[in-house]
């Protein structure tokens, strides 16, 4: 029998509330669904036939004449060619992205309309916009590419507003979740677009305005790619 004299404890201890966590989503459970094979076999034959039509387009825009505009932001910035540091970080973040996405179906699925509907932006805002490069440009030079396809067809140089490297990276720091994973590729998306700067590949309007293209087809995409309960 417990003493009436024994203190009793007015604040019990009271378990800690669970924070909901959402389960991760296997692809066994994705595949299963017929929404999800759907949105997914058609927006890698959307990607498919993009690549029958993005060289005609490209050649296109680098046959076109554009203006060449003034940029006091870029006069700051020194001029080298920085291609390998540059695709060093495109490929790596691409690496990190897919470790990241591929055991996760929904955000893989959501990232390739992402990557999608930005080509599309991209490709509307080239065709509105010709311009021609920076006076200092130094041609970009992919180390992958350029090695295993031997590339010697003229440099697209035109293909200015706005920046696809920039935006591609911002895509894929959206695309992951995590405050470490977002960090690492936001501070890369940031180091992606300074050195297409340095290399005079772009202006500084190009690589300012792309995560705001990436922003916006990751939005849409998330509509396209959203699962109805």
């Given at each position: 029998m417990a003493s009436l004299l024994e203190p009793v404890d007015?604040?019990?201890t009271q378990p800690a509330p669970q924070v909901y966590q959402p389960r991760q989503q296997k692809?066994?459970?994705?595949?299963?669904r017929a929404g999800f094979r759907g949105r997914l076999g058609l927006v890698l034959g959307l990607l498919l036939g993009l690549l029958?039509?993005?060289p005609h387009f490209y050649h296109f825009v680098q046959s076109r004449p554009?203006?060449?505009l003034a940029d006091p932001l870029l006069a700051l910035l020194p001029v080298h060619d920085v291609?390998?540091?540059?695709?060093a970080l495109i490929y790596g973040g691409i690496a990190a992205a897919l470790v990241f996405l591929l055991p996760r179906p929904p955000l893989l699925l959501r990232a390739l309309w992402g990557y999608f509907l930005l080509q599309l932006l991209r490709m509307l805002t080239l065709w509105l916009v010709p311009l021609d490069p920076p006076a200092a440009l130094i041609t970009l030079r992919d180390p992958v590419i350029d090695r295993l396809f031997e590339v010697t067809t003229q440099p697209i140089v035109r293909d200015l507003f706005f920046s696809g490297h920039t935006a591609t990276m911002a895509l894929l720091a959206l695309a992951v979740r995590g405050r470490n994973w977002g960090r690492v590729l936001t501070l890369m998306t940031m180091a992606v677009g300074t050195l297409v700067l340095v290399q005079r590949v772009h202006y500084s309007y190009d690589v300012l305005v792309a995560p705001l293209f990436a922003w916006f087809a990751y939005q849409l995409a998330g509509q396209i790619s959203r699962s109805k309960k």
């Amino acid at each position: 029998m417990a003493s009436l004299l024994e203190p009793v404890d007015l604040h019990p201890t009271q378990p800690a509330p669970q924070v909901y966590q959402p389960r991760q989503q296997k692809w066994s459970e994705a595949w299963a669904r017929a929404g999800f094979r759907g949105r997914l076999g058609l927006v890698l034959g959307l990607l498919l036939g993009l690549l029958a039509v993005v060289p005609h387009f490209y050649h296109f825009v680098q046959s076109r004449p554009g203006q060449q505009l003034a940029d006091p932001l870029l006069a700051l910035l020194p001029v080298h060619d920085v291609s390998a540091a540059t695709f060093a970080l495109i490929y790596g973040g691409i690496a990190a992205a897919l470790v990241f996405l591929l055991p996760r179906p929904p955000l893989l699925l959501r990232a390739l309309w992402g990557y999608f509907l930005l080509q599309l932006l991209r490709m509307l805002t080239l065709w509105l916009v010709p311009l021609d490069p920076p006076a200092a440009l130094i041609t970009l030079r992919d180390p992958v590419i350029d090695r295993l396809f031997e590339v010697t067809t003229q440099p697209i140089v035109r293909d200015l507003f706005f920046s696809g490297h920039t935006a591609t990276m911002a895509l894929l720091a959206l695309a992951v979740r995590g405050r470490n994973w977002g960090r690492v590729l936001t501070l890369m998306t940031m180091a992606v677009g300074t050195l297409v700067l340095v290399q005079r590949v772009h202006y500084s309007y190009d690589v300012l305005v792309a995560p705001l293209f990436a922003w916006f087809a990751y939005q849409l995409a998330g509509q396209i790619s959203r699962s109805k309960k």
